[in-house]
């Protein structure tokens, strides 16, 4: 991952204080989710991946180093991992997406989320305190940042930082994405749909993003919900993420 060296560190201090939350979860949804969990049995959610090139393997530095910040806890072989397609590019149809990783527990203090746009230029970058205890988590670009463009690719990265810098060995990952639009007929059935129907809805079309984040959704709102664990298990298995789908999601 390319960061700029010549950042100074106000820079940092002015970014991070402007943040007022990334690690999110669109709650106006999970009400509606709640209200209408009776919808959960009657719909599964699968992905159809859309015909483009294989995407590059973006664990990158994490499975070599990871370790060595991990905490002693059960599930520490598991390195840092994005939950991205193996089998196909991501895509998404928001300006602000919102990305998942899945995060070991760790010592580290906090982390780095950033973007690249198709030139390898910087598109936003912000550090993040690290405060909760691994898991699957959820990133989103602020509205504050510049919006993904329509038709153009992007790389997304997180970096766990164990110390006060990036190192060459900084545990690192990376998730390609491409902003679309929507069919119009698909457009019209997510006015109506409800929430899990939505999460079908955008994994037919082959919408990662959408698909994974609003499942992630319902999943973290009703944790006992057997027909969403099986729906997330499911959807996870299906695109080569198995050992992810066994651990929890975390709303921060």
Same mark, same amino acid.
């Given at each position: 991952?390319?960061?700029?060296?010549?950042?100074?560190?106000?820079?940092?201090?002015?970014?991070?204080?402007?943040?007022?939350?990334?690690?999110?979860?669109?709650?106006? *949804?999970?009400?509606?989710?709640? &209200?209408?969990?009776?919808?959960?049995? *009657?719909?599964?959610?699968?992905?159809?991946?859309?015909?483009?090139?294989?995407?590059?393997?973006?664990?990158?530095?994490?499975?070599? /180093?990871?370790?060595?910040?991990?905490?002693?806890?059960?599930? +520490?072989?598991?390195?840092?991992?994005?939950?991205?397609?193996?089998?196909?590019?991501?895509?998404?149809?928001? =300006? /602000?997406?919102?990305?998942?990783?899945?995060?070991?527990?760790?010592? +580290?203090?906090?982390?780095?989320?950033?973007? @690249?746009?198709?030139?390898?230029?910087? /598109? #936003?970058?912000?550090?993040?305190?690290?405060?909760?205890?691994?898991?699957?988590?959820?990133?989103?670009?602020? *509205?504050?940042?510049?919006?993904?463009?329509?038709?153009?690719?992007? /790389?997304?990265?997180?970096?766990?930082?164990?110390?006060?810098?990036?190192?060459?060995?900084?545990?690192?990952? *990376?998730?390609?994405?491409? @902003?679309?639009?929507?069919?119009?007929?698909? @457009?019209?059935?997510?006015?109506?749909?409800?929430?899990?129907?939505?999460?079908?809805?955008?994994? &037919?079309?082959?919408?990662? #993003? $959408?698909?994974?984040?609003?499942?992630?959704?319902?999943?973290? +709102? +009703?944790?006992?919900?057997?027909?969403?664990? =099986?729906?997330? $298990? #499911?959807?996870?298995?299906?695109?080569?993420?198995?050992?992810? =789908?066994?651990?929890?999601?975390? =709303?921060?």
């Amino acid at each position: 991952m390319k960061i700029q060296s010549n950042l100074s560190v106000a820079k940092y201090i002015l970014t991070f204080c402007a943040l007022t939350t990334l690690i999110n979860l669109d709650w106006r *949804e999970v009400a509606i989710a709640q &209200e209408n969990s009776h919808y959960a049995k *009657e719909f599964k959610v699968t992905f159809n991946p859309p015909k483009s090139d294989k995407p590059q393997n973006t664990q990158g530095a994490a499975s070599r /180093h990871i370790k060595n910040h991990l905490n002693n806890v059960a599930n +520490a072989d598991l390195p840092l991992v994005p939950l991205i397609p193996t089998s196909a590019k991501g895509l998404t149809v928001s =300006s /602000h997406p919102t990305v998942l990783a899945y995060l070991p527990e760790t010592s +580290a203090d906090k982390i780095l989320f950033s973007w @690249r746009d198709e030139q390898n230029n910087d /598109h #936003y970058q912000i550090f993040l305190p690290l405060n909760h205890p691994g898991g699957v988590i959820s990133l989103t670009l602020p *509205e504050d940042a510049p919006p993904l463009e329509v038709g153009k690719n992007y /790389h997304w990265a997180l970096a766990i930082i164990p110390d006060t810098k990036l190192k060459p060995d900084t545990p690192t990952i *990376e998730g390609q994405i491409q @902003r679309v639009t929507l069919e119009s007929a698909i @457009r019209d059935r997510l006015e109506v749909a409800n929430p899990l129907e939505t999460a079908v809805i955008y994994g &037919e079309a082959g919408i990662w #993003y $959408e698909t994974v984040a609003t499942l992630a959704q319902l999943t973290t +709102a +009703a944790p006992d919900d057997n027909n969403l664990k =099986s729906n997330w $298990e #499911y959807l996870l298995t299906s695109v080569g993420l198995e050992k992810i =789908s066994q651990v929890p999601t975390n =709303s921060n």
